[in-house]
């Protein structure tokens, strides 16, 4: 089993930066991917970057040149540094660890971006 929590969200302005934190605990050498989504009122969830055991990251377009996914093994962290933020980054944005045979989620943080 895998737990995952989230941390770092808040209320920044249009510009700004924000850093999200993911700290993993349990069976972390199951571990294929860790991933960022988001989801923002009244529409699906998307994802947002993946980072592979491998350390290999992809983004989506939405975050591509603005946000990097990173991770710190000895904290068993990852990062999602977002620069530049745009009022549509505006979401509940979530961490998820994912294997073949799991997909584990945390609660979530809010990134609330001002225009």
């Known amino acids: 089993q895998v737990l995952v929590v989230e941390s770092g969200g808040g209320l920044v302005q249009t510009g700004g930066s924000l850093r999200l934190s993911c700290t993993a605990s349990g069976s972390l050498f199951s571990i294929d991917t860790m991933n960022w989504y988001r989801q923002a009122p009244g529409k699906q969830r998307e994802l947002v970057a993946t980072?592979?055991?491998?350390?290999?990251?992809n983004y989506a377009d939405s975050g591509k040149g603005r946000f990097t996914i990173s991770r710190d093994n000895a904290k068993n962290t990852v990062y999602l540094q977002m620069n530049s933020l745009k009022p549509e980054d505006t979401a509940v944005y979530y961490c998820c660890a994912r294997s073949t045979f799991f997909a584990s989620w945390g609660q979530g943080t809010q990134v609330t971006v001002s225009s």
């Open positions: 980072i592979t055991s491998g350390g290999s990251t």
